[in-house]
């Protein structure tokens, strides 16, 4: 069972980036898959969360990505993305998919996830 995170890189404040997560040996849409990510020096923050697909795929997220971060998930592909648009400096993160079965109380807990990728570093910077 493994999730590979990419996408990431350098962009300028204001850009766009598209990071992709990818699934093997386990069914996405079978799982609720979270975004987390941590900035050097401060604490790991869940930002985006895309419920099963059998369970309506809701999708929500932190107040700090809303209205510029989209998830989506792709069940043909096993793959989960996160379009991040109207990026700042304060984006910059290593950025990781998780995924699991959290019940709705707990999905920000980062506990509650049995599987994660490895990161993918987002730098925004001029």
């Known amino acids: 069972v493994q999730l590979q995170a990419s996408g990431g890189g350098l962009v300028q404040p204001g850009g766009s980036l598209r990071l992709s997560c990818a699934a093997s040996?386990?069914?996405?849409?079978?799982?609720?898959v979270a975004w987390f990510r941590q900035a050097p020096g401060k604490e790991r923050e869940a930002i985006s969360i895309i419920r099963t697909s059998g369970s309506g795929g809701r999708k929500y997220y932190s107040d700090s990505v809303k209205g510029r971060f989209t998830v989506s998930r792709d069940n043909a592909q096993n793959t989960v993305y996160l379009q991040m648009d109207s990026l700042k400096v304060d984006d910059t993160a290593v950025y990781y998919c998780v995924a699991g079965v959290p019940i709705l109380s707990a999905q920000w807990d980062s506990g509650m996830y049995r599987v994660w990728g490895q990161g993918t570093l987002v730098t925004v910077s001029s």
């Open positions: 040996g386990l069914t996405l849409r079978e799982n609720t």
